[in-house]
């Protein structure tokens, strides 16, 4: 009995769109969140390895951060990453905000806006090869991550094309 072939990304063919990573923006995509993080992190003075502006402001801020979080989880959005695709869609229902092609990636880049650190995220930027941007993804935790998961399904992509185009290449010369 012959062995299956492994696939390179479990549980995704070649064939059609597999969804592999759904993640959610942190609050930081807005200017109220960043500012509760820039608050936050604004006196870096640290009494038992906790940073001051934490005792100081965490608690009052405390009911802003929870209405931010609401709202986003009901109004913001989310992204969607599959073997061919990076997407952004509403968090609720399925608007789709934008895309962009998995092969069309050259790189991402990942750009931290004040405000972003204190929630450990930041923006990701798609990237052509020219350089122009393909797509922004606000406010991602753990950015460098996410990037590499969207950078290593970019390379399985692109070698399963080119696999692909070989095969077809070949069927042709046969025929």
Known sequence: ???????????????????????YPSISASGLGRLIGSICDSIPVRIAGVKLSYLLFGLPLAPLALA????????????????????????????????????????VAIDVKS????????????LKANGDELLRLPAVVRPERFRHVILEAREARLLSDSTLATIDARQLQTA
């Open 1 to 23: 009995m012959p062995a299956a072939q492994p696939q390179a990304i479990s549980g995704v063919s070649a064939g059609r769109e597999t969804v592999m990573e759904t993640v």
């Open 68 to 107: 931010g979080y609401a709202v986003f989880k009901l109004f913001g959005d989310r992204y969607v990453i599959s073997n061919r695709t990076v997407k952004i869609f509403s968090a609720i229902g399925e608007t789709l905000k934008g895309q962009a092609n998995i092969a069309d990636i050259d790189n």
């Open 115 to 126: 405000g972003q650190g204190f929630y450990h995220a930041g923006d990701l930027v798609l």
